[in-house]
């Protein structure tokens, strides 16, 4: 029995023994071997990965929680507390924040009270099941937040910062997401970035394009031929919109909400739709090639009723598209591309 309390609001759990990459793959070339400093202004502590691996290690099962709506139960990593990375470097400072900063080619960054950090069990990850954490989730080190969205755990980690102040990190300042990120209080996003009035001109426009709209309400609105490509439209609002034909090639959908919405022959290519929620919407000739599927979802179950998506033999949903799914949205989606197929 899986145990439900144990699921945040709004979260899938993911295929058993799946891990999705989220974000940066790699991380920025670098030269010799791996260190981690610990920074309080210009006072640094450096450990090389033998060094760390000296400090106390510890092992805890860690749940995975994406802002991309997908959970991963009882990861189990080891590595080092930040807490006794802390007394191991500057055990009497008291600084308010600590920011990780990822040796990566977007700078990557992220930033957490430093009380709630150590009382969470902030952990400085070397190792995953036993191995040494992979390069492509953040080896040789990242570090772990338990309890709050992933974005705050960074891959290729390589700097702790003590600051009094707070500093925002990559997510948090270019796309939006909250910085507190509570999966149980589900903290994904600031307000939104653009104020009703200038959203309500822009849905008169018809006209997106290239532009970041987060979390914009455009629900229930008539936005058929809506021009939207290349724009980010993070966790925006479009139930019930009507979008036939609309244009989102390469436009970010993260988290959107697309629940009834009218999507018959819409360009969906090279979309981000990560955790999008397209229940009920109509996607009849819509096209998804190349878009990235990880927490989307064609189903949802509210108060015991199922909401499904529509689609026929026009939509286009490549196979090799559909792996990130869990068990039972791919299970659904298969099952209604077969149907569309048949009653051709
Ligand atoms: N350096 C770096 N760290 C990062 C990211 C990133 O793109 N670059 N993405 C963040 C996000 S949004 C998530 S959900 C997790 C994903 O980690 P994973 O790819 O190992 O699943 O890493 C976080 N840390
Ligand atoms: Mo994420």
Redesign the pocket.
């Known amino acids: 029995m899986q145990d439900e309390s144990r699921i945040p609001p709004g979260q899938q759990l993911v295929r058993p023994g799946r891990?999705?990459?989220?974000?940066?793959k790699e991380p920025a070339d670098h030269r010799g071997p791996w260190t981690l400093e610990v920074g309080l202004d210009s006072d640094i502590r450096s450990f090389s990965m033998e060094d760390l691996q000296q400090l106390p290690q510890t092992e805890m099962e860690l749940d995975i929680h994406?802002?991309t709506r997908w959970s991963k139960l009882d990861a189990n990593f080891a590595g080092v507390l930040l807490q006794d990375l802390l007394k191991a470097s500057f055990p009497d400072s008291n600084r308010r924040f600590v920011s990780f900063v990822?040796h990566?080619n977007?700078n990557?960054s992220s930033s957490i009270e430093l009380p709630t950090a150590i009382q969470l069990k902030t952990l400085i990850a070397l190792q995953y099941e036993g191995q040494p954490l992979e390069v492509r989730?953040?080896g040789p080190v990242r570090n772990i937040v338990p309890k709050r969205y992933?974005?705050k755990?960074?891959?290729?980690l390589r700097r702790i910062d003590l600051l009094e102040v707070d500093r925002l990190g990559y997510?948090e300042s270019e796309t939006g997401y909250h910085n507190l990120a509570d999966p149980w209080k589900q903290q994904r996003y600031m307000v939104p970035n653009v104020d009703r009035r200038t959203a309500l001109q822009l849905i008169g426009s018809k006209d997106f394009s290239g532009r970041d709209l987060r979390s914009i309400d455009a629900s229930d609105r008539d936005l058929s031929g809506l021009k939207a490509e290349s724009s980010a439209l993070r966790d925006a609002n479009f139930g019930l919109a009507k979008l036939q034909r609309a244009n989102f090639r390469n436009a970010i959908l993260s988290n959107a909400h697309f629940q009834n919405a009218d999507l018959r022959n819409a360009d969906l290519t090279a979309a981000d739709i990560e955790g999008a929620d397209f229940s009920g919407a109509d996607l009849r000739g819509a096209n998804l090639t190349g878009c990235s599927l990880v927490g989307t979802s064609f189903f949802s179950i509210t108060e015991g009723s199922k909401l499904e998506c529509i689609i026929d033999a026009n939509t286009v949903i490549p196979d090799e598209i559909l792996t990130p799914l869990t068990e039972s949205q791919l299970a659904f989606i298969k099952h209604k591309i077969a149907e569309a197929r048949a009653s051709l």
Not at 153 to 156: A, D, G, Q, T
């Open positions: 891990w999705p990459i989220v974000g940066e994406c802002v990822s990566s977007q990557h989730h953040g992933f974005y755990s960074v891959k290729w997510w």
